[in-house]
């Protein structure tokens, strides 16, 4: 059972929004234990990167300086779901998309796809020019 299931990906021209949604299936993100949530992203022939990531015990938002102020990261406890809205997307944002959970606080980890334990399948978002 994959504990991680993305969906909301497609294709949109530059400048277009897109909303992804991840459900966390088989454990509960809320209360306890907490977790930080974490989007991730990879295209072709690059490493994965962290995108954005929040903690379930109501901490701040962290989010990779690439994408601040045009992405939001949002949790919703009660249908156990973590959302990452896009606004003002550019081609370079094209790559496969990931959420992920690992049991701890994001602070100084949010950033390595190591740290972290729940992995989805990835949805594809492609935007073109």
């Known amino acids: 059972q994959v504990p991680l299931v993305e969906s909301g990906g497609g294709s949109v021209q530059a400048g277009g929004s897109l909303g992804l949604s991840c459900a966390a299936s088989g454990f509960t993100i809320s209360p306890y234990p907490r977790y930080c949530l974490g989007w991730f992203r990879q295209s072709p022939g690059k490493e994965r990167e962290a995108v954005a990531s929040?903690?379930?015990?109501?901490?701040?938002?962290y989010y990779a300086d690439s994408v601040k102020g045009r992405f939001t990261i949002a949790q919703d406890n009660a249908k156990n779901t973590i959302y990452l809205q896009m606004n003002s997307l550019k081609p370079e944002d094209t790559a496969m998309y990931y959420c992920a959970a690992m049991p701890e606080q994001c602070v100084n980890r949010w950033r390595s796809s190591a740290a972290f334990t729940y992995w989805g399948q990835g949805t594809q978002v492609t935007v073109s020019s």
């Open positions: 929040i903690y379930t015990n109501g901490g701040i938002p």
